[in-house]
């Protein structure tokens, strides 16, 4: 549900959430998600019921905003970031009613798929580029921190990192994914007394103005450039831009 939402714009009418999850997941539905609920009136198959009874535990958990009916569900902050983990793919076009509407539903759920895998190995490949290349430099990457992406630590400094391909020339979406992913995981993750460095890595330059705005909440950034790495005045002043050669691992 949180896939859905997150390429529905953060936020969407409840029909819109519910036809999202089932042409994404429906192939997946069994013969008791799709069978009337028990016990209740007016036929609607038990995955709708069970998915508005995970939306009301979500929003006890405050991954999503409060809520009358009949009002978006929208994400939290917390649940941008717990979403943003997620790989993004285009959904669609969404019909006037609200009601998402793909051409053809089968060979679009196949579709989906296929661009989620890819862009997963994407994001990892330019993941473990980046740790290796920094680990040449004698910082210490560890990954084993999910949801978060990467911290890397140097004589007593760590970094959380967040690492954005840029699909298409969406530059802006990715700098804002990744302002939004960490500024809610340094919140949730870590005490006020022990605050990490933020560091945003693209797959290609973000642009000026999309580096003033992350440079203006102190959050660095570093990407990658032909064959090397590029990264602004700060990431070069931490020694968190790997010299041109250390692209990628062994």
Not at 180 to 191: C, G, H, I, M, S
Request: proline fraction near 6%; aromatic fraction near 8%; charge should be neutral.
């Amino acid at each position: 549900m949180l896939f859905a939402v997150r390429e529905l714009g953060d936020a969407a009418p409840r029909p819109a959430v519910h036809e999202a999850v089932r042409s994404l997941f429906g192939r997946e539905f069994s013969a008791e998600d799709v069978a009337a609920r028990k016990g209740r009136g007016g036929g609607e198959p038990a995955w709708r019921n069970n998915l508005d009874s995970l939306y009301d535990r979500l929003k006890k958990e405050r991954i999503f905003l409060p809520s009358r009916r009949g009002e978006p569900w929208r994400l939290s902050a917390a649940g941008v970031a717990e979403a943003s983990a997620l790989p993004a793919v285009d959904l669609g076009p969404l019909g006037s009613d609200g009601q998402f509407k793909p051409k053809n539903s089968g060979a679009y759920t196949s579709n989906i798929a296929a661009a989620v895998q890819l862009k997963m190995r994407e994001h990892e490949a330019l993941l473990a580029d980046y740790g290796y290349a920094v680990a040449a430099m004698g910082w210490q990457p560890i990954t084993t921190v999910h949801p978060r992406d990467l911290e890397v630590s140097r004589a007593g400094a760590t970094w959380l990192a967040e690492v954005k391909m840029v699909y298409g020339g969406r530059t802006t979406s990715a700098v804002r994914d990744a302002l939004a992913q960490l500024l809610a995981y340094r919140y949730f993750f870590y005490q006020a007394a022990d605050q990490p460095g933020l560091l945003a890595v693209f797959s290609e330059d973000p642009g000026g103005d999309n580096l003033g705005l992350l440079r203006s909440i102190g959050i660095s950034s570093v990407w990658r450039n032909g064959q090397g790495w590029s990264g602004c005045p700060m990431a070069v002043a931490a020694g968190l831009v790997p010299p041109s050669a250390a692209v990628s691992g062994p």
